[in-house]
């Protein structure tokens, strides 16, 4: 199958996940490992930038997918799953965040890679400084803008999608979107870094 070729080659359709999920419901006991090896990583880091701890949001990604198991006529088929599953995703840590009413300064550790050349070295170096400013700088602001920013920035989403996983709509969207990147910015400046 077509599908199972984009799958293979990491090119996923936008409604790759909801054609494995119909398989997955249709009995095909692969497919939901599919969805899994899809939407896992993706779902961890995003729920990690709003619950700042690395173990609950491994707990709250496979809440996800067990929801999906177990309530499996709650998605249903309206946007792509990859959309649902980082709202369902959102609103846990929002609950999670409630429930333990405080914030991790937990990081999450990062592998060093081996550069030998100095010039790339140096651009790694640079780039990876300015990556690690503006993680900061998002742990900094609203929690709400920050989560707006990752959603369109990091993981690609349509204003649209974005507003349905963050349940807003898209006059709110946008006022979220322009504070985000102000906050984001004057953050950033304070930590003397300039425009990325």
Same mark, same amino acid.
């Given at each position: 199958m077509p599908?199972?070729?984009?799958?293979?080659?990491?090119? *996923?359709?936008? /409604?790759?996940? &909801? %054609? =494995?999920?119909?398989?997955?419901?249709g009995g095909d006991g692969t497919a939901f490992d599919k969805?899994?090896?899809?939407?896992?990583?993706?779902?961890?880091?995003?729920v990690y930038g709003?619950?700042?701890?690395?173990a609950?949001?491994?707990? *709250?990604?496979? /809440?996800?997918? &067990? %929801? =999906?198991?177990?309530?499996?006529?709650?998605?249903?088929?309206?946007c792509s799953l990859k959309t649902y599953l980082f709202s369902v995703a959102r609103n846990k840590a929002v609950d999670r965040i409630r429930h333990r009413r405080r914030f991790s300064d937990e990081d999450i550790n990062e592998s060093a890679e081996s550069i030998s050349d100095g010039k790339l070295l140096e651009d790694k170096l640079i780039a990876d400084e300015k990556a690690k400013a503006v993680r900061d700088a998002l742990?900094?602001?609203?929690?709400?803008?920050?989560?707006?920013?990752r959603l369109t920035y990091f993981y690609g989403f349509s204003g649209d999608e974005v507003c349905?996983?963050?349940?807003?709509?898209?006059?709110?969207?946008?006022?979220?979107?322009?504070?985000?990147?102000?906050?984001?910015?004057?953050?950033?400046?304070?930590?003397?870094?300039?425009?990325?």
């Amino acid at each position: 199958m077509p599908e199972d070729e984009n799958i293979n080659t990491g090119a *996923i359709s936008c /409604d790759a996940g &909801a %054609d =494995l999920y119909r398989r997955w419901l249709g009995g095909d006991g692969t497919a939901f490992d599919k969805i899994i090896e899809i939407y896992h990583d993706a779902l961890i880091f995003f729920v990690y930038g709003t619950v700042k701890n690395f173990a609950d949001a491994e707990d *709250i990604a496979a /809440d996800v997918f &067990a %929801d =999906l198991i177990v309530h499996p006529k709650r998605y249903s088929f309206g946007c792509s799953l990859k959309t649902y599953l980082f709202s369902v995703a959102r609103n846990k840590a929002v609950d999670r965040i409630r429930h333990r009413r405080r914030f991790s300064d937990e990081d999450i550790n990062e592998s060093a890679e081996s550069i030998s050349d100095g010039k790339l070295l140096e651009d790694k170096l640079i780039a990876d400084e300015k990556a690690k400013a503006v993680r900061d700088a998002l742990k900094e602001i609203n929690p709400e803008y920050a989560s707006v920013l990752r959603l369109t920035y990091f993981y690609g989403f349509s204003g649209d999608e974005v507003c349905f996983i963050m349940n807003k709509n898209k006059k709110q969207m946008a006022n979220l979107l322009y504070r985000g990147k102000e906050s984001l910015r004057k953050a950033l400046e304070g930590k003397g870094v300039e425009s990325i």
